[in-house]
Each structure stands twice: as structure tokens, then as C-alpha cells.
Nanobody, 116 residues
Framework: QVQFVESGGGLVQPGGSLRLSCAATLTPFSVYRLGWYRQAPGKPRELVADSTNGGVTDYADSVKGRFTISRDNAKSTMYLQMNSLKPEDSAVYYC??????????WGQGTQVTVSS
């Protein structure tokens, strides 16, 4: 079974930066379209950014210009560089396939808290 392991979250002040990592047991990692998602308390999970196997990226309007998704296929790892963080970015962040169903398993995620 595929596993996604997220890391790199933490507490940061507004305007600060964090870099999240996602390690996946996918072989071959390079062929899959993957995404970063987040879920804040009381809200549904939302797609934040995604990356195709060809390196094409897309972002939610709320994070465009602030977040950058990247991947190192040789290391089977994906990243999310988050700059100019806002309190509304606070959430648990997850990585997974770009297209998921209700039955898609999720990892534990990594908590991001933006607060002064």
C-alpha cells in the first residue's frame, strides 16, 4: 500500500516561511501527479497545489504567489515552500495523489500554525 509521510510543519509568525516535505513509497515516483492538501478545523480538506509528472504546477488562488510546489523524483519526495504565511494558512497539511476518492487513505499530515 502506498504511504505518504508529511513533515516540516510547526509554529510560525505571520509573514514567516516553512518548507514541508512529503516522502512517498511510490514506484516510480516520477509518473504520478501529486498534490498538497490542507484541512483547517471545521472545514473540508482543500487542494492547495499540485504537480504533474512533467513538472507543470497549479495552485489554489489563496496561495498563488506565496507557495511553491516542487519535487525530487530521485528521492521520491515532494516539497511545499510556503512564504508570507497568514493566520488563515493554519491547518493540517497532507500530500496525496492529485485525484483522490472517499476511499483514498491519508497520512497523518503535518500541523502548520501561523500565529503571533
Amino acid at each position: 500500500q502506498v504511504q505518504f509521510v508529511e513533515s516540516g510543519g510547526g509554529l510560525v509568525q505571520p509573514g514567516g516561511s516553512l518548507r514541508l516535505s512529503c516522502a512517498a513509497t511510490l514506484t516510480p515516483f516520477s509518473v504520478y501527479r501529486l498534490g498538497w492538501y490542507r484541512q483547517a478545523p471545521g472545514k473540508p480538506r482543500e487542494l492547495v497545489a499540485d504537480s504533474t509528472n512533467g513538472g507543470v504546477t497549479d495552485y489554489a488562488d489563496s496561495v498563488k504567489g506565496r507557495f511553491t510546489i516542487s519535487r525530487d523524483n530521485a528521492k521520491s519526495t515532494m516539497y511545499l515552500q510556503m512564504n508570507s504565511l497568514k493566520p488563515e494558512d493554519s491547518a493540517v497539511y497532507y500530500c496525496n495523489f492529485r485525484f483522490v476518492s472517499q476511499d483514498t487513505p491519508w497520512g497523518q499530515g503535518t500541523q502548520v500554525t501561523v500565529s503571533s
